[in-house]
C-alpha cells in the first residue's frame, strides 16, 4: 500500500533576475513501512521535492501538481490549519542542520513539550513525561538535565537526536530526514543511522532519506531515487542501482565512492563539469553538457522514461535500441 504518492511535481521560484525551476515534473511513491533515499549532488532538488510535498516552502514558491496523496487524502486540498495539524501529527521532519532549526530561546523541554500538548492534547506533567520518554527513546545521557538546557549548550550529535525525538513525538507514519548525519563525525553517523533503523522497526513508519552520500543510502534504504537537474534520472531498488545502475550520472555517483580495494594515494574520480543552472535548465536531458556519452538528441529532447522491471526505471537516451551500447566503467 502506497503511504505517500506523488504525480507531476513542479517546484519553481520567481526571483530578481528569472524564474529558478527546482523540481521538474517528478512522479514517486513510498510505501507504507518502506525506506526510500533520495540522492544527487547540491542543488538537484531533493529538499524542495519534500518540502513541496510536505507545505513547507515559503509563499512565493510556485507548487503545481497532477496528485500528492498522503495516507488517501490529497494534500493539495488542505487548506493551512489542516497542513499543520498533519505536520505535527502525521509526518516528522528532521532538518538538515539541528543548530538552526532548534529555537535557541528555549530549552529542550519547551521545544519537546509543545507539539505533545497541540496534537495530543496533553497536559504540562505528562507532556514532560512523553519528553522524557522520548529523549531516552533516542538514548540520550542523562535526560532529565537535558530538558533543561538550551540548544547551544549540546553537542552537535546530542542536537540531532533532540531533532530526532521532536520527528518522531507524536508516532508519526512517515519521517523524512534531510541529510541527517551531515557535519556529524563517523562514530555519531553510525549511531544516528542505527537509531533511525531501529525507529523504522518499532513503529513502521516510512522513512525518506535525502542526501548525496551513497554509503548511507546503501545501509539504510531498499529503494533509490536518483536526483539531477530538477528530475528524476534514476529510480530502483539498492541492488538494481548499486549493481545494474544505467544512467551515466548514476555511474558516476557510484564511481565517485572510496572502495575498499582502492590503492592507497589513488585519487578518486570526479563528474566532471558542474550542475545546470536551474533559472535556464537545459532543454534536453539535464545530463547532457557533463555526460561523456551524450548524443545530439540529448541536447535536444528529454529522455522518456524507460521501465526495465517492476522497481527499476530510467530517463536516459541510451535505453533507445538503436543507441550505442555502453556499460559502466569502474
Partial sequence: MNLLEVKNLNTSFQIGV????????????VEQGESVGIVGESGSGKSVTMLSV?????????????????????????????????????????????MTSLNPLFTVENQLTEPL?????????????RALELLKLVEIPNPEARLKQYPHELSGGLRQRVMIAMAIACE?????ADEPTTALDVTIQAQILDLLQSLKRDSNASIIIITHDMGVIASMCSRILVMYGGTI???????????????????????????????????????KGTPPDMLQPPAGCPFSPRCRYCMPVCRTYMPPVTQLSETHRVACHLM??????????D
Fill in 172 to 176: 508519526p507514519k512517515m519521517i523524512i
Fill in 233 to 271: 534520472c534514476e529510480q530502483g531498488d539498492v541492488r538494481e542501482i548499486f549493481y545494474d545502475a544505467k544512467h551515466p550520472y548514476t555511474w558516476g555517483l557510484l564511481n565517485s565512492i572510496p572502495k575498499v580495494h582502492q590503492a592507497r594515494g589513488e585519487k578518486l574520480v570526479p563528474i
Fill in 320 to 329: 533507445h535500441p538503436n543507441a550505442p551500447k555502453i556499460g559502466r566503467e
Fill in 54 to 98: 510536505t507545505g513547507l516552502l515559503p509563499d512565493y514558491a510556485e507548487i503545481s501538481a497532477d496528485a500528492i496523496t498522503f495516507d488517501g487524502r490529497d494534500i493539495t486540498k488542505l487548506n493551512k490549519r489542516q497542513l499543520r495539524a498533519l505536520h505535527g501529527s502525521e509526518i516528522g521532519m528532521i532538518f538538515q542542520d539541528p
Fill in 18 to 29: 528569472g524564474t529558478v525551476h527546482a523540481v521538474r515534473g517528478i512522479s514517486f511513491h
Fill in 117 to 129: 500538548k497541540i496534537h495530543r492534547g496533553m497536559d504540562k506533567k505528562s507532556a514532560r513525561a
